[in-house]
């Protein structure tokens, strides 16, 4: 079996030179690796190119290969996020709390690195020098295991910047690539509890799933989306409209895109002829509780489980509800935990529905599709976590760290 031992142990030793490198060197190194994904950029094509031709004789579906294929704009585009993040402060040594006991000894709370963070994820290249750059910054070696279906890409992209870390003078096993995309080795890297501190799934409901059940490392888990709009008696109409047409089809194949529309059973009549309408212009299929097939005659019967499905697609399941408190039951009963949203007018209705829907985004009168790390002012993020513990939501520098207790004392004992 590939050796993820010696891999674990290269990347543990760079995790203790990143601990205590300030944050000069670590920005430095950052626009090393931008400078050095453009002036590869040849050779990165090129090795996106063997993907490509891999992923159509596969027969990939078209969705798949367009998040699959690189460009010298999305290349660009990969430059200017690292670039990004070299810009972001640094989260590292941040005071989190401090103050001074009653025995004299002073306390503070900071911020440091978690150590070595392990990623698993599926067919976008982007997210190789995305996911290193964040946790750079933060302090932390990186294990990256991408898909097979990006293998070349990834590995043209981690030796790019390896080698322009080891340039800058920080160590190349920061960036480690996992050059085995069978299921044993990805299984494995979720046991290697002895070199790994904290395992980030990126991906599909089945990718998580597999994380989150085989793992004895720690994981912070990034979830899937389906994501509800409801839209309260008392909302402005074309808003409802315009608000899920683009929750819905902005970019379908999306975490934060709209998969389910809940409307109040006293604008109902009203309210999905028009809906309808704005959705018709992508062609969105609508399936629907049985009074929203008797408004709608385009629609097509529900079925329990097109309610739990995150679609990715234009399709959008449909019902009508009593009200606030049963459109609040069905999203905590079919929801993942990840963006939720009411369209309003009345304020007890707004504040009813964001106490009581649980998940890690809920909105007011706005998409979905804001629930992203650049949106929310983070810079970029590592993923949404749609779990309790550590982080929630868009994660960012901040979800990167752990915290550490230094005391001050001159000669304190107990």
């Known amino acids: 079996m590939y050796d993820l031992n010696t891999l674990g142990k290269k990347a543990k030793s760079a995790s203790r030179i990143l601990a205590v490198t300030g944050t000069a060197a670590k920005n430095a190194a950052l626009e090393a690796v931008a400078d050095a994904l453009l002036s590869h950029t040849d050779e990165i094509l090129a090795a996106n190119e063997k993907d490509l031709e891999a992923g159509k004789a596969a027969g990939l579906r078209e969705s798949l290969l367009d998040r699959l294929a690189l460009s010298r704009e999305r290349i660009a585009g990969m430059a200017g996020g690292v670039r990004k993040v070299a810009a972001l402060p640094d989260p590292v040594g941040q005071l989190v709390e401090g103050h001074t006991l009653p025995n004299g000894i002073q ?11 392990g990623i698993i994820y599926e067919a976008r290249p982007n997210v190789t ?47 480690a690539l996992v050059e085995d995309t069978s299921r044993e080795t990805a299984t494995a890297l979720m046991k290697l509890n002895e070199y790994l501190d904290v395992l980030i799934p990126r991906g599909g409901g089945g990718l998580i799933r597999s994380v989150v059940e085989n793992a004895t490392v720690p994981v912070i888990e990034t979830g899937t989306g389906n994501c509800h709009i409801y839209v309260e008696g008392s909302a402005d109409l074309q808003m409802a409209a315009d608000i899920v047409l683009n929750a819905k089809t902005q970019r379908p194949s999306v975490c934060n895109a709209a998969e389910s529309l809940l409307v109040d059973a006293s604008i109902a009549e009203k309210a999905l002829p028009v809906i309808a309408a704005k959705l018709s212009q992508k062609q969105v299929q609508l399936r629907g509780c049985p009074q929203t097939c008797r408004i709608l005659p385009q629609a097509v019967p529900a079925t329990e489980a097109d309610y739990d499905t995150e679609f990715l697609d234009y399709i959008l399941s449909v019902k009508v509800v009593a009200g606030v408190e049963e459109a609040v039951a069905h999203i905590n009963a079919h929801g993942t935990g990840h963006s939720e949203c009411i369209v309003t007018k009345r304020y007890d209705a707004a504040q009813q ?24 002012g983070l810079g970029a993020e590592i993923g949404i976590s749609t779990q309790k513990l550590h982080a929630r939501g868009p994660m960012g520098l901040l979800e990167l760290t752990s915290t550490k207790y230094i005391l001050r004392g001159n000669g304190q004992i107990r």
Request: glycine share 8%; with cysteine.
């Open 107 to 117: 306390l503070s709370k900071v911020r440091v690195p978690m150590g070595v963070i």
């Open 353 to 376: 529905f964001t106490a009581g829907v649980d998940a890690a985004a809920v909105y007011v009168n706005a998409s979905t599709r804001f629930t992203d790390g650049e949106e929310f």
């Open 129 to 175: 020098s995305d996911a290193a750059a964040l946790c750079l910054k933060a302090g932390n070696a990186v294990i990256l295991r991408g898909g097979k279906e990006a293998f070349q890409s990834n590995k043209a992209i981690t030796k790019v910047m390896r080698e322009a870390l080891c340039a800058a003078g920080l160590p190349q096993d920061s960036v």
